[in-house]
């Protein structure tokens, strides 16, 4: 058999598999959750993430406090670069603030509609709401403290002083937000669907995370981030996306 061939029906099973039910209905499980304490730090939390970023300009640093790169973060740049980073910039803004949460969210959703547990849905989307606005405020309050340089100031001239002329973000570089987000809305939504027993959990798994790969990619390739932000981003957002639904609202015992 063709190797395109084989393929083909190994996708195709793999299709099947995820969108075709195995017998009696899925039997879906609730999760636990405080209505006032989840709604508050939901609010809350978002609240603190907008309002980091409408006052950047105030709250970023005007000179790096880490400066420096190294050879790992070096030859990345060098390998993955693009002739056109202005263009992956943009195109990391679609997969991870509109391919990536439309994915989470959606997915969820079609998993509980699927299983026929669609009162589920609302919870669903706050609780994966709730582990991703904590992921980012820890990662918002570690780029101003840090004031890590970004890779492309090292490209801008410097100035009749010796000086690189800066933007408000040119020194908050780690870790990285794209990638943090993305990853967190990937992993607890995955979390949450897993938790709740959604027979379509895996396919929820495997797309959110292919966004988030690529947007963590994508920041490299941009010039915005280093190597190093990304891996901290994804380490920090499936952490927090995993630990805050797996933590306070799995299902109860029995």
């Given at each position: 058999m063709p190797i395109r061939v084989r393929v083909l029906a190994m996708v195709t099973a793999t299709c099947v598999a995820l969108t075709t039910t195995s017998g009696a209905s899925a039997q879906v499980r609730e999760l636990r959750w405080d209505p006032p304490v989840d709604l508050t730090t939901t609010?809350?939390?978002?609240?603190?993430?907008?309002?980091?970023?409408?006052?950047?300009?105030?709250?970023?640093?005007?000179?790096?406090?880490?400066c420096a790169s190294n050879a790992l973060d070096d030859g990345a740049r060098r390998a993955l670069l693009w002739r056109e980073p202005i263009l992956a910039d943009d195109v990391s803004d679609i997969t991870g603030f509109i391919f990536s949460p439309a994915t989470a969210f959606g997915l969820?959703?079609?998993?509980?509609?699927?299983?026929?547990?669609?009162?589920?849905?609302?919870?669903?989307?706050l609780l994966i709401?709730?582990?991703?606005?904590?992921?980012?405020?820890?990662?918002?309050?570690?780029?101003?403290l840090l004031a890590r340089q970004r890779p492309y100031v090292q490209a801008i001239p410097l100035d009749a002083e010796g000086r690189r002329p800066h933007v408000d973000d040119d020194f908050l570089s780690f870790f990285s937000g794209h990638t943090t987000g993305a990853f967190a809305l990937a992993a607890s939504a995955g979390t949450v669907a897993t938790m709740r027993g959604y027979r379509w959990a895996p396919a929820v798994w495997i797309a959110t995370g292919v966004f988030a790969t690529s947007t963590g990619y994508l920041r490299i390739a941009a010039d915005r981030h280093w190597l190093t932000d990304v891996l901290l981003g994804m380490i920090i957002g499936v952490g927090v996306g995993i630990a805050v639904p797996v933590l306070f609202h799995s299902p109860p015992s029995g």
């Open positions: 609010l809350v939390g978002g609240a603190l993430w907008v309002a980091s970023v409408a006052l950047q300009p105030q709250l970023a640093p005007a000179t790096c406090r880490w969820d959703a079609l998993a509980a509609w699927h299983d026929g547990a669609p009162r589920g849905i609302g919870l669903d989307a709401t709730e582990a991703t606005v904590l992921a980012l405020d820890v990662n918002q309050l570690t780029k101003i």
